[in-house]
């Protein structure tokens, strides 16, 4: 149907259908019952009729005013040429139309035959998506079942890797030097199989029980084969000129061979234990017993004896009764320091006293320089043994000090007991001091190391060290205080050679003691500080005269304080003490001298200062004639008297500076006093005196003063 011919038969039912006479003769008003109808089906018809009048072609004839039956009449005969037309054309389009039919009759048959096959097709899928649905069931099954075979397989291959004894282990427990890498690495698989084979002993394995035998043999191949490797090399510590620090070097590298023979076979990890004790404790015991018995002749032979004390008289003295020959031993270098002192420093981690090279120079040396040498040898010995046997036989803090003291117990009881016997005939203090601290400081080098083995020796060598140490002092505290000053020949103002002994020694204990100050060393200096300013003062009193007295008493604080400043690097308590004594003697030695030259002025003034100064006026007694020959007198000496005063003093000290000092004091101490002197005269009842024209100005006595002042 063309679209045109669709609007006319579209019009057409429509006008139809608004044609009065053939709506009122389609009508049937018998059946019509308006009352008994609902209301809805006159709004549905109403609603049929609006959307009608809505149509496009009859609006368009109502708006041209057609008469709709007109209009319906063209339609109808509209209708009826597009009818025949449309037949025209269907007859025209028969064949197509048929073969049209036919191939829609085929194309039914096709698709349903497609229908058919895609039946089958669902049919079939239904089937494979079961199928599929089974075989995800079954793999998911099989998959658990992979998990469960491999978890067992590993834990499996892992126990069969465990107690399988493979052929290329018994080949290298059995056959393989114990010095090669393939043993000690074998010998780690052995270990770890024979530790696990223990924790399988609760089991019913039979693997277990068919392995154990094998494994047990191979335990036993190696135990022996470790035992002879070890005891071989411990062996070899025995050889004469071994270099035992090299094997020991060695054998660190075979540390393992002791764990296994501890875990494994105890007892034969204790007997290489004890034949490295032996061996060690002989080999020491050997080279020090050689090297000390060696060192000691390099020793001096001029030593300290029991006649070399501080109070002894300073006089050659017999070799023996028999002997006529005398002993010139120069006692002053048993109480000096000197260059001893280099033990505690610069010498102190040096190499040891090489015999041989020594021997060949024909060096000798102190006490204390072999001391010294002996014991950093024991001490760099001892940190490396103790070193050794820890990580060699994995041994704790606790056991380690026994172990050691196993190895070096019969090497430190010989030194102690060599030290021991040879300070009881020692009256050397200042070396026996030396070696108290050489000891000392080797400790704290050891405890920096965090090295604890030798605290029982050092602890046992200062136990007989210091009692000597003390007893050394004692004996030269007995000596001064038991000296007879008649016996000492006869004496003069200088410095006292007993006084220059105690210098010389208290300087040197202070300097060794104070950088490692010990109250032990105070006390004793404290008591021999006492006797020897008693001893000092009984010597004074040998003189005659106040003036000799206070010369010898300054000369020999002078002395004494010299040599403490020069010795010392601190301000010790002895230093103070003897500034103190020198001060009051020179203090007094100043009022003395001055006396005889300028005693009648100085006199004078001590009497009549405190009368002026208490306001006493009334008792003062006006001498004139004493004034004017104090003044005329001081006016007409003054020079000559300090030309005088400057020999006298300067020939009474050995101290050249000392002596300049105490001339400058009287000097300074003159001016005062004649200053004191006019200030007296200018004072009532004094000041209307005419001599007071005749005193000289003090500037002049200033002037000659400043020409006896030190140049240096």
């Keep these: 149907v063309r679209p045109g011919d669709q609007r006319t038969i579209m019009a057409g039912i429509l006008l139809g259908l608004q044609d009065e006479d053939d709506l009122v003769s389609g009508l049937d008003f018998e059946e019509l019952n308006i009352t008994s109808q609902d209301d809805d089906i006159l709004d549905e018809a109403a609603g049929h009729i609006q959307e009608n009048l809505e149509d496009e072609l009859v ?4 708006r041209k005013g057609k008469d709709l039956r007109q209009y319906s009449r063209e339609i109808e005969s509209e209708l009826r040429r597009v009818e025949v037309r449309s037949v025209e054309d269907y007859i025209a389009q028969s064949r197509n139309i048929a073969s049209l039919h036919y191939q829609i009759r085929n194309c039914d048959e096709i ?3 497609m229908e058919e096959m895609l039946s089958k097709f669902q049919n079939d899928l239904g089937s494979i998506s079961s199928e599929i649905q089974s075989l995800q069931d079954q793999s998911h099954s099989m998959s658990i079942k992979l998990k469960n075979r491999q978890a067992i397989r590993g834990e499996l291959s892992e126990y069969v890797s465990e107690i399988t004894v493979t052929e290329h282990l018994i080949q290298h427990i059995m056959d393989t030097p114990a010095s090669e890498r393939e043993f000690l690495e074998n010998l780690h698989e052995l270990d770890h199989k024979i530790k696990f084979l223990s924790l399988q002993d609760f089991s019913d394995c039979r693997a277990v029980y068919d392995v154990r035998g094998e494994v047990d043999k191979l335990k036993l191949k190696a135990v022996a084969k470790t035992r002879e490797f070890l005891l071989q090399k411990v062996y070899q510590f025995r050889k004469p000129m071994a270099n035992y620090q090299m094997l020991q070097n060695q054998l660190l590298n075979y540390r393992y061979f002791n764990e296994f023979l501890m875990a494994h076979s105890r007892e034969i990890a204790v007997q290489v234990q004890q034949e490295y004790v032996d061996t060690m404790g ?11 018995s060696k060192l000691m002749k390099l020793q001096f032979e001029d030593t300290a004896d029991k006649d070399d004390l501080m109070g002894t008289e300073d006089a050659p003295r017999r070799n023996s009764f028999f002997s006529s020959k005398a002993s010139f031993k120069n006692r002053s270098t048993i109480f000096t320091l000197g260059s001893r002192d280099t033990v505690l420093t610069t010498e102190l981690e040096d190499p040891i006293i090489v015999i041989p090279h020594a021997q060949k120079q024909e060096k000798k040396f102190p006490y204390e320089g072999l001391f010294r040498s002996t014991h950093f040898a024991l001490m760099d010995n001892a940190c490396r043994e103790y070193l050794f046997v820890v990580d060699f036989f994995g041994l704790t803090p606790a056991t380690a000090q ?25 009256y050397d203090s200042i070396g026996i001091l030396l070696c108290i601290h050489v000891s000392l400081r080797y400790q704290a080098i050891m405890k920096r190391r965090s090295i604890p083995c030798l605290q029982d020796y050092s602890r046992n060598l200062l136990g007989f060290l210091w009692p000597r140490f003390h007893h050394i002092l004692e004996l030269n505290v007995a000596s001064v205080r038991d000296t007879d000053p008649h016996k000492l020949g006869q004496i003069d103002t200088r410095p006292h050679y007993v006084t220059r002994r105690y210098a010389e020694f208290s300087a040197a204990l202070v300097s060794i003691n104070q950088s490692h100050p010990d109250e032990q060393v105070d006390k004793c200096l404290s008591a021999l500080q006492s006797e020897v300013e008693n001893f000092i003062l009984r010597m004074a009193a040998e003189f005659p005269g106040r003036k000799d007295q206070l010369i010898f008493l300054i000369n020999n604080y002078d002395m004494m304080l010299s040599v403490l400043s020069e010795r010392t690097s ?3 308590k002895e230093s103070s003490s003897f500034k103190g004594l020198l001060h009051a003697r020179t203090q007094e030695f100043v009022e003395e001298v001055l006396s005889p030259y300028f005693g009648g002025m100085i006199g004078f003034v001590k009497d009549v200062e405190p009368l002026l100064e208490r306001a006493q006026r009334d008792r003062i007694t006006v001498d004139e004639r004493r004034i004017q020959q104090l003044v005329r007198g001081f006016a007409s000496e003054w020079k000559h008297s300090i030309e005088i005063l400057n020999q006298e003093v300067m020939q009474s000290f050995s101290n050249f500076k000392n ?16 200053h004191r002197f006019q200030k007296v005269l200018s004072q009532q009842p004094f000041k209307p005196l005419p001599i007071r024209g005749e005193l000289i100005n003090i500037h002049h006595l200033m002037v000659e003063v400043k020409k006896h002042r030190t140049t240096f």
């Design 402 to 426: 026994d172990f050691f003291n196993s190895i070096f117990g019969k090497t430190l009881a010989f030194l102690l007991r060599h030290i021991e016997h040879y300070t009881e005939g020692c």
């Design 111 to 113: 698709l349903a035959r």
């Design 59 to 62: 609006q368009e004839a109502l």
């Design 282 to 292: 002989k080999v020491y015991y050997s080279y020090f017993k050689d090297y000390h």
């Design 570 to 572: 601190e301000e010790s």
């Design 659 to 674: 002596g300049t000092a105490i001339l400058q004091g009287a000097l300074a101490q003159l001016i005062q006093y004649y």
